[in-house]
């Protein structure tokens, strides 16, 4: 599976960025899809997921601000960010698994920026 990613950038706080997450290759495997986040000297992690069925998962720093959606057609995730604050600076990566509990996978988008200035 090939995840290319998109969507970056710099915002203030407060404001609005969508990331988008374009997955090819061997799709029919993936049942999870993922963003995962980086921020210098923090280990990574995962910033929400959702299920072929819609399901979803949140970290809770980001519940209530983040929306993670997918369109299961074109096997592209979204990532609506909201309410943006200085601590979501970071690179995020989108993933794709088989399930919750593989998560993640080796499955990697390139990493895009996310800065939020205050």
């Known amino acids: 599976v090939q995840l290319q990613a998109s969507g970056g950038g710099l915002v203030q706080a407060g404001g609005s960025l969508r990331l988008s997450c374009a997955a090819s290759g061997s799709t029919f495997s993936i049942n999870v899809m993922g963003w995962y986040r980086q921020a210098p000297g923090k280990q990574r992690e995962l910033v929400a997921a959702?299920?072929?069925?819609?399901?979803?998962k949140y970290t809770d720093s980001v519940e209530g601000r983040f929306t993670i959606s997918r369109d299961n057609a074109k096997n592209t995730v979204y990532l609506q960010m909201n309410s943006l604050k200085p601590e979501d600076t970071a690179v995020y990566y989108c993933?794709?698994?088989?399930?919750?509990?593989?998560?993640?996978?080796?499955?990697w988008g390139q990493g895009t920026l996310v800065t939020v200035s205050s």
């Open positions: 993933n794709a698994a088989s399930s919750i509990t593989t998560m993640p996978s080796a499955s």
């Open positions: 959702i299920m072929s069925g819609g399901r979803t």
